[in-house]
């Protein structure tokens, strides 16, 4: 079976920093490789974790192994007339560096877009953090969906025998939250919104509304989403963390790992209200909208070796 990237699964560290990418007009292949083997040399020197997505323009001129169904991201609109979106920015190359100590995060990812100047150019950038207890700052707890740790790898990676064996698709998406509207709730309000209960009560609620956001994420067996007797499907792993920009923009850049691309897709089309039961839109949705959205894959480690060496 070839070897997942590690960093998809290792604990993460303290700081993270998202950079994505794409080509510039005469771009040199060979430089990017050559850019991208220092950083994986750079960052495991220093301990850094490291995780390389690749988009579906660029990842099928590195090598053949390409997954099946790897589709660029596109814009989801809600036609109910409410304007919601996640908006669809698709690029060629993610860097997700994470650890405890911002300087090395900081410094590997800036030696790497030096090295990458003039073939590859920033489309957008994030640096994150932990905040408390794994939360997000509308204050529940993230991630508690996740299968257990020693289940993720058989969600989030392409089993052995298939195109792509090893790697894993990501969606990597900026959320921005209107904070000062979500907090104006009460907070019982909040959790038929989000269908848990909040920090450090995290259990979910004893029902769930047809817009709550659980019931749009959690896939059910036969469509009954939000159905606790219906058997889940399609789970994914996240890893997401909370950002704030100095001029106010706060939210959750949001980082999920599945084994298909296709289960990606049908969770933003169910919190628009473009599928499911009477095309309810996801009630976080009025709070939190993506500014930024991409798909990538990251390889396996046997695969990007050979794209970088």
Same mark, same amino acid.
């Given at each position: ?16 920093? #998202? ?19 220092? !950083? ?9 974790? *490291? ?10 001129? *590195? ?9 660029? #991201? ?20 993610? *860097? ?16 790497? +877009?030096?090295? !990458? =100047? ?10 994150? /953090? ?9 204050? /529940?707890?993230? @991630? ?23 790697? $894993? ?39 769930? =509304?047809? #817009? ?17 007797? %219906? ?8 890893? %997401?963390?909370?950002?704030? /920009? ?5 939210? !959750? ?12 897709? =049908? +969770?933003?089309?169910?919190?628009? @209200? ?6 309810? +839109?996801?009630?976080?949705?009025? #709070?939190?909208?993506?500014? %930024?959205? $991409?798909?990538? /894959?990251?390889? $396996? =480690? ?8």
């Amino acid at each position: 079976m070839p070897t997942p990237q590690k960093a998809i699964f290792n604990g993460m560290g303290q700081n993270q920093w #998202y950079v994505h990418l794409s080509r510039t007009e005469g771009a040199d292949l060979g430089v990017i490789k050559t850019a991208l083997s220092g !950083l994986v040399t750079d960052c495991n020197a220093e301990g850094i974790n *490291l995780t390389l997505g690749f988009g579906p323009g660029l990842l099928p001129e *590195l090598t053949d192994d390409v997954p099946e169904d790897f589709q660029a #991201y596109t814009t989801v609109e809600s036609t109910d007339g409410s304007g919601r979106q996640a908006k669809g920015t698709q690029e060629e190359l993610l *860097l997700w560096l994470n650890h405890d100590d911002k300087d090395k995060v900081w410094k590997a990812q800036y030696d790497a +877009r030096k090295a !990458l =100047e003039g073939h590859m150019a920033v489309a957008r950038e994030t640096p994150t /953090f932990i905040y408390g207890e794994s939360l997000d700052m509308t204050g /529940f707890k993230d @991630g508690t969906g996740n299968p257990a740790d020693e289940d993720q790898p058989a969600v989030a990676v392409v089993p052995d025998g298939a195109s792509g064996a090893g790697g $894993s698709h990501i969606i990597a998406q900026r959320w921005v939250h209107d904070l000062d509207g979500w907090n104006a709730l009460s907070v019982d309000q909040q959790e038929k919104n989000f269908g848990r209960k909040k920090f450090p009560e995290i259990e979910k609620t004893d029902q769930q =509304e047809a #817009y709550s956001h659980l019931s749009h994420v959690e896939l059910r067996e036969n469509g009954n989403h939000g159905n606790e007797e %219906s058997g889940k499907r399609n789970e994914i792993a996240r890893r %997401s963390t909370p950002y704030a /920009f100095h001029d106010g923009t706060v939210g !959750l850049y949001f980082m999920a790992f599945c084994k298909d691309q296709a289960p990606l897709r =049908e +969770r933003m089309r169910l919190m628009y @209200g473009l599928d499911g039961a009477n095309n309810v +839109r996801d009630a976080m949705t009025d #709070y939190s909208n993506p500014a %930024s959205g $991409s798909f990538y /894959f990251a390889p $396996s =480690e046997e695969t990007l070796a050979a794209i970088i060496n």
